[in-house]
C-alpha cells in the first residue's frame, strides 16, 4: 500500500518534505496541498508534485477521503489548530516544531490524542535521527556508565536583527531541550540562565551569547552555550561525561588536509548541511508507522514538555542566575 500524503504549508521546509516524499523516500506518494499563499502550493505542484490536489484550506486538506496522513509544515501559530484536526479525523500526522506556540495549546493537542486512544503524532525534533547522536545515545546506554555532566554547545554564525533573546530557547535551544532528553532517558528538574558579556555582534536586543544550566530528574547536570553570532560557523558539540567514561557526539565528516603550513579541515556553516540526512531517516520513519494508522519517533507528549520547559528557560533568562522550577504533570500512559 502507497500512504497517500497531504502538506499543509509549503514554504521551505513543505517543500523539502514533499520532495523527499515523492522524489527520495518510498511508501508515499503526495496527493494534496494547501497553503494560504496558492501561488506556492500551486509552485509544489508544478515542480514536484504534478498529480496533487490543492486544498483552499488544511482542514478541507484533513478532510479529504483520499487523504491518510497529514504533515503541518505551515507557519507555528497554525500547528495546533490542523493537528487537532488530523487527531479528530483519526489521520497520522507528522507536525514540525513548534507541535503549538504556548504550552497550553500543547496540553490540549495530548488530551486530544489519549482521549482518540492512539498514538497520532510525531512531532519533527529531527535531532534523535542525526546518526551522530544515535552513536551517542548507543555509548551513553551501554558504555560510559551513569550520566553525570554534559557540556554542549549550540553555536551558529549569524542571526538577523529580529532575533531577540527569548529566541534563543524557543528557537535554538529548542532543539537540545528534546534532544538531551531522549539521550539521558530523565526528564529536567530546573533551568538557569547565565549571560557573559555580549560579543560585539550581537545588538541591542539579543544577548549573546548565554549559557543555559538544565538539571534533570536523576542529578544530571547540563550546561549548553548558545552563541549565535559565533561568526566561525555552524557548530553543535556534546560531551556526555558518565562514571565510567566520557563520550562525545563526533564532528561531520570533513578532509583534513596539510596545506600552505596548516593542518586544517572545512567548518559547516549552514544547519541544512549539518542534519540534512536526518530529514530523510525521520520523514521514513513516519511514513512506515502511518502506514499502520499509527505515529513513531517524538510524540505530542514530548512537545509538550519541550514546551513546559521552554518557558521555564525564559523566565531564568528574566532572572538571571536564579534556578526556576521545571515542574511537569505526570506523563500519560499513552506515551510509556
Given at each position: 500500500?502507497?500512504?497517500?500524503?497531504g502538506?499543509?504549508?509549503?514554504?521551505?521546509?513543505?517543500?523539502?518534505?514533499?520532495?523527499?516524499?515523492?522524489q527520495?523516500l518510498g511508501?508515499a506518494?503526495?496527493?494534496?496541498?494547501s497553503?494560504v499563499?496558492?501561488?506556492?502550493?500551486?509552485?509544489?505542484k508544478r515542480?514536484i508534485?504534478?498529480?496533487?490536489?490543492?486544498?483552499?484550506?488544511?482542514?478541507?486538506?484533513i478532510?479529504?477521503?483520499?487523504?491518510?496522513?497529514?504533515?503541518v509544515?505551515?507557519?507555528?501559530a497554525?500547528h495546533?489548530?490542523?493537528?487537532?484536526?488530523?487527531?479528530?479525523?483519526?489521520?497520522?500526522?507528522?507536525?514540525e516544531?513548534?507541535?503549538?506556540?504556548?504550552a497550553?495549546?500543547?496540553?490540549?493537542?495530548?488530551?486530544?490524542?489519549v482521549?482518540?486512544?492512539?498514538?497520532?503524532?510525531q512531532?519533527?525534533?529531527?535531532?534523535?535521527?542525526?546518526?551522530?547522536?544515535?552513536?551517542?545515545?548507543?555509548?551513553?546506554?551501554?558504555?560510559?556508565?551513569?550520566?553525570?555532566?554534559?557540556?554542549?554547545?549550540?553555536?551558529?554564525?549569524?542571526?538577523?536583527?529580529q532575533?531577540?533573546?527569548?529566541?534563543?530557547?524557543?528557537?535554538?535551544?529548542?532543539?537540545?531541550?528534546?534532544?538531551?532528553r531522549?539521550?539521558?532517558?530523565?526528564?529536567?528538574?530546573?533551568?538557569?540562565?547565565l549571560?557573559?558579556?555580549?560579543?560585539?555582534?550581537?545588538?541591542?536586543k539579543?544577548?549573546?551569547?548565554?549559557?543555559?544550566?538544565?538539571?534533570?530528574?536523576?542529578?544530571?547536570?547540563?550546561?549548553?552555550?548558545?552563541?549565535?553570532?559565533?561568526?566561525?560557523?555552524?557548530?553543535?558539540?556534546?560531551?556526555?561525561?558518565?562514571?565510567?567514561?566520557?563520550?562525545?557526539?563526533?564532528e561531520?565528516?570533513?578532509?583534513?588536509?596539510?596545506l600552505?603550513?596548516?593542518?586544517?579541515?572545512?567548518?559547516?556553516?549552514?544547519?541544512?548541511?549539518?542534519?540534512?540526512?536526518?530529514?530523510?531517516?525521520?520523514?521514513?520513519?513516519?511514513?512506515?508507522?502511518?502506514?499502520k494508522?499509527?505515529?513513531?519517533?517524538?510524540?505530542?507528549?514530548?512537545?509538550?514538555?519541550?514546551?513546559?520547559t521552554?518557558d521555564?528557560?525564559?523566565?531564568?533568562?528574566?532572572?538571571?542566575?536564579?534556578?526556576?522550577?521545571?515542574?511537569?504533570?505526570?506523563?500519560?500512559?499513552?506515551?510509556?
Open positions: 500500500m502507497t500512504l497517500r500524503i502538506v499543509i504549508g509549503t514554504g521551505a521546509i513543505g517543500r523539502e518534505h514533499a520532495r523527499r516524499i515523492n527520495v511508501g506518494k503526495l496527493v494534496a496541498l497553503d499563499n496558492k501561488a506556492s502550493a500551486e509552485a509544489v515542480d508534485a504534478p498529480d496533487a490536489a490543492i486544498y483552499d484550506t488544511g482542514e478541507a486538506l478532510a479529504a477521503s483520499d487523504v491518510d496522513a497529514v504533515l509544515t505551515s507557519w507555528g497554525t495546533e489548530q490542523y493537528v487537532l484536526a488530523a487527531i479528530a479525523a483519526g489521520k497520522p500526522c507528522f507536525c516544531k513548534p507541535l503549538a506556540t504556548t497550553e495549546g500543547a496540553k490540549r493537542i495530548v488530551d486530544a490524542e482521549n482518540y486512544g492512539k498514538r497520532l503524532v512531532v519533527g525534533f529531527m535531532r534523535r535521527y542525526d546518526s551522530g547522536y544515535v552513536a551517542l545515545k548507543q555509548a551513553v546506554d551501554t558504555k560510559i556508565g551513569a550520566p553525570i555532566i554534559v557540556h554542549a554547545a549550540h553555536r551558529n554564525p549569524a542571526v538577523p536583527e532575533y531577540v533573546t527569548p529566541m534563543a530557547i524557543h528557537d535554538t535551544l529548542i532543539h537540545e531541550i528534546d534532544v538531551f531522549w539521550l539521558l532517558n530523565d526528564d529536567y528538574v530546573s533551568a538557569r540562565v549571560f557573559p558579556r555580549s560579543a560585539a555582534r550581537s545588538h541591542a539579543l544577548k549573546d551569547p548565554q549559557i543555559v544550566i538544565l538539571e534533570t530528574a536523576k542529578g544530571t547536570i547540563i550546561n549548553v552555550e548558545v552563541f549565535v553570532n559565533c561568526h566561525y560557523g555552524y557548530d553543535i558539540q556534546c560531551e556526555v561525561v558518565g562514571e565510567d567514561g566520557i563520550a562525545r557526539l563526533p561531520p565528516m570533513a578532509i583534513q588536509m596539510r600552505g603550513a596548516r593542518l586544517q579541515n572545512d567548518i559547516l556553516t549552514d544547519w541544512k548541511d549539518r542534519f540534512i540526512a536526518s530529514y530523510d531517516v525521520e520523514l521514513q520513519d513516519f511514513i512506515h508507522a502511518a502506514a494508522g499509527t505515529a513513531s519517533g517524538p510524540t505530542s507528549w514530548d512537545g509538550y514538555v519541550a514546551a513546559i521552554s521555564a528557560c525564559v523566565t531564568a533568562q528574566e532572572e538571571e542566575g536564579q534556578a526556576i522550577a521545571i515542574n511537569l504533570p505526570a506523563r500519560p500512559a499513552l506515551y510509556n
